[in-house]
């Protein structure tokens, strides 16, 4: 055996796993992402994105009002608000991507210690740019329900 073999790692056991299941992960995300289904689901996205720019807002309601809503009686709230057009109005308390890089703003569901908010899914991304925290802003969406936050999706800024 000479110096050069010595030196050269040796690949164990669970690193060939380990591989093999970033490789399998990363196969199956490609087809994930080009199926058939999958555009589907984005026509449909924007169908509904379009029917909620047209629609007239069924219930018009402050942030504050919705978060505690929620956070008093979320079986009622979601009774009440769970797949409506709503018109929020509020301030502005976070801006961000999410985990798929889709904009969202924050509102402020009442005073600094509120464990529920209103975040919504912000449909232009030049839109969510051009705020700044603390601005009063009013925007339409559906709300899907609660995940930490009301979550209000497809919303344009008014």
């Known amino acids: 055996m000479n110096q050069n073999d010595a030196q050269k790692p040796k690949w164990k056991t669970w690193q060939k796993i380990l591989l093999g299941c970033i490789v399998g992960f990363i196969v199956l995300m490609v087809f994930a992402v080009n199926s058939p289904d999958n555009s589907a689901k984005l026509s449909d996205q924007t169908k509904s994105t379009k029917k909620t720019e047209s629609e007239t807002p069924e219930i018009t309601v402050t942030a504050i009002k919705l978060a505690t809503d929620y956070e008093s009686n979320e079986i009622a709230a979601q009774k009440q608000y769970q797949g409506k057009i709503v018109l929020v109005s509020g301030t502005v308390d976070d801006i961000g ?48 329900g609660k995940m930490m936050n009301v979550l209000i999706e497809h919303c344009i800024l008014k």
């Open 97 to 144: 991507l999410d985990i798929l890089n889709k904009p969202y703003i924050v509102l402020s569901g009442g005073n600094e210690f509120s464990l529920v908010n209103v975040q919504c899914m912000i449909k232009n991304k030049d839109e969510a740019a051009n705020l700044a925290k603390g601005d009063k802003v009013s925007v339409q969406g559906k709300v899907s």
